[in-house]
């Protein structure tokens, strides 16, 4: 099945620990996007890719980090988590056309982090 | 940067009723998207509109891109229950989707039996 996979789905944890927010797709998909996702504000766009180790900042890249060695996985790395990181995140993915336009993306089931 | 305003935020109707969502802009759009999100999901893509004027068909749901590109529409005729969840319009920039979408902030929609 076609589909873009995050994990977790939910986490906890305190502020200032490291963590990696995991997406994976199985589409063969060139671009990748992370969001967040919060009460009033919608979905705001974090980091994004157009290929491998191409990445480029969103709207809202303060405190993430993003890589892209391989196609298929696009982690979000929060290096010292804090409070107003608290939201829904997810990854999205998608890819061009034969004529040049793009297919809409694919977004993962989102993680709901915490940060106390 | 881009900014896409939706109206209305909030909309409770009687099922059988007809309805129509906006999504606004300043600025043109090479592509609009409008996505569904159910509670706990990701967004799922509903259609695509590219050409100013267009009109695309899904079931019961009517998508139009303005002349312009710089804003579109939703109607659904006679909604049903199944139709309630979060409507999300998005529109792809310069670069044409690559460099992801900017999203409106949504129309919470509720079908009431």
């Known amino acids: 099945e076609a589909q873009v996979t995050q994990n977790p789905r939910y986490l906890i944890t305190v502020t200032g620990k490291k963590l990696t927010v995991t997406c994976s797709q199985n589409?063969?998909?060139?671009?990748m996007s992370w969001y967040r996702q919060d009460p009033g504000l919608g979905l705001r766009q974090i980091y994004y890719s157009m290929n491998v180790e191409v990445t480029d900042k969103g709207d809202v890249p303060e405190g993430y980090k993003v890589s892209r060695k391989e196609k298929r996985n696009f982690p979000l790395i929060l290096e010292s988590p804090s409070p107003n990181q608290t939201s829904l995140y997810f990854c999205?993915?998608?890819?061009?056309?034969?004529?040049?336009?793009?297919?809409?993306?694919?977004f993962g089931s989102g993680t709901r982090l915490t940060v106390v | 940067t881009q900014l896409l305003e939706q109206s209305p935020q909030f909309l409770s109707i009687q099922e059988g009723e007809n309805l129509t969502v906006y999504c606004n802009s300043s600025?043109?759009?090479?592509?609009l998207q409008w996505y569904r999100q159910e509670p706990g999901e990701g967004p799922v893509l509903l259609v695509t509109v590219v050409t100013g004027g267009e009109v695309k068909k899904l079931k019961r749901l009517t998508f139009q891109f303005g002349d312009a590109r710089k804003d579109s529409s939703l109607h659904i005729t006679a909604a049903q229950t199944g139709d309630t969840g979060l409507y999300l319009c998005?529109?792809?920039?310069?670069?044409?989707?690559?460099?992801?979408?900017?999203f409106g902030k949504g129309t919470h929609l509720i079908i009431q039996p």
């Open positions: 999205a993915s998608s890819s061009s056309t034969q004529t040049g336009g793009f297919y809409g993306y694919t």
């Open positions: 589409m063969n998909h060139e671009y």
């Open positions: 600025s043109v759009f090479s592509s």
């Open positions: 998005a529109g792809a920039g310069s670069g044409g989707g690559a460099d992801g979408l900017t």
